[in-house]
């Protein structure tokens, strides 16, 4: 693993496989994940194909820069964004942090890649898409969506399982958990 110096205040922990001579794939994980979330067999794969694959951690997360004291309150963001109401202040945007993929590449010296996002990872490569254009060859994304309200919306049980808090008790977290609530379902 390596580090890149991206801008005065942002260094991306970042990880390649393969030649750099062949195509690049860039791999952006969601909110969270850090790049090892991308295991490296899954990374080999697209090597066995000739590409030359791009991990990495976002800032704010594993080895990336860290900003002390910064929250973002992710609940209130996805609110905002379901009730179409005006978003909270953030630190930071889905456009700052494509701003740091590109920046990844152009610290790799790379023209274009493919881009893969996964979660917010899918909307970071979306950003980068629409604001970078000549700098994605083709976009991927995965288990993510556009942010727009008439398309992709996910089922209103599924936001509430992922919102919702679990219970502190033993019995209501096992009860509240995605396995036993699968195996225990009436549908």
């Given at each position: 693993?390596?580090?890149?110096?991206?801008?005065?205040?942002?260094?991306?922990?970042?990880?390649?496989?393969?030649?750099?001579?062949?195509?690049?794939?860039?791999?952006?994980?969601?909110y969270t994940a850090q790049?090892?979330?991308?295991?490296?067999?899954?990374?080999?794969?697209?090597?066995?194909?000739?590409?030359?694959?791009?991990?990495?951690?976002?800032?704010?997360?594993?080895l990336s820069t860290k900003?002390?004291?910064?929250?973002?309150?992710?609940?209130?963001?996805?609110?905002?964004?379901?009730?179409?109401?005006?978003?909270?202040?953030?630190?930071?945007?889905?456009?700052?942090?494509?701003?740091?993929?590109?920046?990844?590449?152009?610290?790799?010296?790379?023209?274009?890649?493919?881009?893969?996002?996964?979660?917010?990872?899918?909307?970071?490569?979306?950003?980068?898409?629409?604001?970078?254009?000549?700098?994605?060859?083709?976009?991927?994304?995965?288990?993510?969506?556009?942010?727009?309200?008439?398309?992709?919306?996910?089922?209103?049980?599924?936001?509430?399982?992922?919102?919702?808090?679990?219970?502190?008790?033993?019995?209501?977290?096992?009860?509240?958990?995605?396995?036993?609530?699968?195996?225990?379902?009436?549908?």
């Amino acid at each position: 693993m390596a580090r890149a110096k991206i801008s005065p205040t942002i260094e991306l922990e970042y990880d390649t496989f393969g030649d750099p001579k062949n195509p690049a794939l860039l791999l952006v994980m969601g909110y969270t994940a850090q790049m090892v979330a991308w295991e490296e067999e899954f990374c080999k794969m697209f090597v066995a194909k000739n590409l030359y694959v791009i991990r990495f951690d976002n800032r704010d997360c594993g080895l990336s820069t860290k900003f002390d004291g910064v929250q973002v309150d992710v609940n209130a963001v996805i609110t905002a964004a379901l009730m179409e109401e005006p978003m909270p202040k953030v630190p930071y945007t889905l456009s700052d942090m494509a701003s740091d993929a590109v920046g990844l590449l152009d610290f790799l010296k790379i023209e274009r890649a493919h881009v893969l996002g996964a979660s917010m990872g899918g909307m970071i490569a979306q950003v980068m898409a629409i604001e970078h254009p000549t700098r994605v060859r083709s976009l991927t994304s995965v288990m993510s969506m556009s942010g727009e309200p008439e398309y992709g919306q996910s089922a209103p049980e599924a936001m509430n399982a992922l919102l919702s808090v679990p219970p502190s008790d033993r019995e209501g977290y096992i009860a509240h958990s995605p396995i036993y609530q699968a195996f225990h379902s009436k549908k």
